[in-house]
């Protein structure tokens, strides 16, 4: 498999459009954390919030988009997982700096990012297999981003001792590690047993 053969077919489709548009709002939500820390003014917290909830519907939003209207490429079930990454990143950097998102959960997310990726592009160039995502990652995706939405709104709420951010944390590695598994389980199969 070449990068051209992602190519083939139709390229400019509302749901490649959604993804390129998800990843070039991203930095918008740092736009306005900034400016909320530098005015005080909760106005850009309200929207941080309103662009990442955005940015999260639009990630749901472009596969049933191709679907309803029959535009599913190559191209674009390769683009969205990427956009996904990129969204990610933009966002745990931001809230590092802005809301005190941990680094050592950012060194995580990109180690898992890093290697589902080499094992995504291996298995696509040597072996033409595009691995679609698992229950379980899907599942992560989803954490993720409530726990970036926590992060964001910053409350300070409080169970057992354990702030809201904290536990959106903990579920989070929690999910990371079920969906790891999941995902090389799926990968290893392809691998070795050629099965699609």
């Known amino acids: 498999m070449r990068i051209k053969d992602l190519l083939e077919g139709r390229v400019a489709t509302w749901s490649n459009l959604i993804s390129v548009v998800r990843v070039l709002m991203a930095p918008a ?15 850009y917290c309200k929207v941080a919030v309103a662009l990442y909830l955005v940015v999260a519907v639009s990630d749901f939003i472009d596969g049933m988009v191709a679907r ?6 190559r191209l674009g079930q ?12 933009i966002v745990t950097v931001t809230l590092y700096y802005f809301r005190q998102f941990p ?28 691995v679609r995502p698992s229950i379980a990652g899907k599942c992560m995706v989803v954490i993720m ?12 709420h409080t169970f057992a001792g354990y702030t809201l951010q904290q536990i959106s944390l903990l579920l989070v590695v ?3 590690v079920v969906s790891s598994i999941s995902n090389w389980r799926i990968y290893s199969k392809f691998y070795f047993t050629g099965k699609r």
């Open 29 to 43: 939500i740092a736009v306005a954390l900034y400016y909320e820390r530098m005015t005080g003014d909760i106005w």
């Open 174 to 176: 929690l999910f990371m």
């Open 103 to 130: 680094l050592w959960m950012i060194v995580l997310i990109l180690i898992r990012d890093i290697t589902h990726i080499i094992a995504g592009f291996y298995l696509f160039y040597a072996h033409d297999i595009q």
């Open 145 to 156: 981003g409530l726990c970036g939405l926590i992060f964001i709104v910053n409350p300070l």
């Open 68 to 73: 309803l209207l029959h535009q599913v490429s």
């Open 78 to 89: 390769f683009l969205d997982p990427v956009a996904d990454k990129c969204v990610i990143v």
